[in-house]
């Protein structure tokens, strides 16, 4: 069921096609709001614009929500919810009485703020002067080397020089 239109309240406007506009007017007025240029009809374009602009931030941000992991979200509420507790503890732990407990809290205290130093260990072996001669050797010599220790017998002739002295990346065989 349709009701009729109170004419008496609509717009006095006549629109481009020479109707008259059927939009109610705005009360005290005898205009519609798009004829008196009000709200969305004033710029529909300019609203659209702006609409689908935020539109596409509210969309980014919830895109970024969901890329960041639990983890993430966690360590997030963490730090706005905790930091003044969190702080508060490593300032107790600092001023502690005991210093074996100041210098363990200060120690982490610093870890978290400028990250763990990197620790290396650093292997060195001195070989003896003779293994260290002979891995200076050329190829060729410890060829010679090889030919003159197993003519005299002193070595298994049926091995190799990398059995004996080591394999030509200066590994040595045990």
Sequence with gaps: MTYPRDESKC????????????????HGTDLCAGHLGLGLVRDPSGAGRKGSVKSAQVRAERAEIRKRGLKQRL????????IDSILSAYERGIKSDDPAVAVRAADSLLNRVLGKPKETIEQVSERPDELR????LTVEERDALWRQLTA?????PDATVADVVGDPRGQFVA
């Design 152 to 156: 005299d017998g002193l070595f298994d």
């Design 75 to 82: 360590a997030d509420a963490a730090e706005r919810e905790l």
């Design 133 to 136: 001669k002979l891995a200076e």
């Design 11 to 26: 717009c006095s406007a006549v629109k481009a096609d020479g109707a008259r506009c059927r939009a109610y007017a705005v």
